[in-house]
Structure formats: C-alpha cells, structure tokens
Nanobody, 125 residues
C-alpha cells in the first residue's frame, strides 16, 4: 500500500504558474505508474497526465499539452506537476494517483489503486 499527499496548490492569476507535489510513502514509489487528475465543481473527475515507472513515458490530456509537465523523483518518492500558462478553466481540485499493475498505457481512468486527498488550484481571470 502507498500513501499519497498532495501540496502546492493555491490561488494564481491567469498566465501564472504553480508546481504541485505528491509525496508518497509505503511501498516502493518506483513500482507505480503515477497520474494526476482534477475535478472542478459540478464536473466529473478528469484525467490530466500520467508518467511511467522510470519517468521515460508521459501522457497528457490535450487541454494541458504544452503547458503542464509531469515528472517524478524516484529517489525522493515524489511526483510533480509543473503547470504553466494557467487558465481559469484549470481551476479544480488536483489529485495524484498510483497504479500498481501498470497493465494499461496510458492509464486514464479506473486503473489507479491509490489516491491522495487533493489540493485546490484556483486561477483567476
């Protein structure tokens, strides 16, 4: 089992940047495919990005391509999401998630086994 704790959310103006972190503990971090999701008020949870176990493979939803970068530091058991050129429509609670089996690529839905509690990102216009 792995525990996930997100941080780094906040309030930013459109065009600004934030870097989210997801600290993990428990089973070996490098064993998991990792992902970021978000959920805006009144909307369903949305996949944002995924990264393979070594960090060599990444995948993004079209709406964030070129603006967001997912990365991981396996030595420090931490997942990141660098968010640049933020837009008001990026406002949401952001969640990190861990996929133990890693049998489907990209994992954009129900493949994930563990979830963090979320961190709020608010982008003003």
């Amino acid at each position: 089992q792995v525990q996930l704790v997100e941080s780094g959310g906040g309030f930013v103006q459109a065009g600004g940047s934030l870097r989210l972190s997801c600290a993990t503990s428990g089973r070996t971090f490098s064993s998991y495919v990792m992902g970021w999701f978000r959920q805006a008020p009144g909307k369903e949870r949305e996949f944002v990005a995924a990264i393979g176990r070594s960090g060599g493979s990444t995948y993004y939803v079209n709406s964030v391509k070129g603006r967001f970068t997912i990365s991981r530091d396996n030595a420090n058991n931490t997942l990141y999401l660098q968010m640049n050129s933020l837009k008001p429509e990026d406002t949401a609670v952001y969640y990190c998630a861990a996929d133990w089996r890693g049998s489907i690529w990209p994992p954009i839905g129900d493949e994930y086994d563990y979830w963090g509690q979320g961190t709020q990102v608010t982008v003003s216009s």
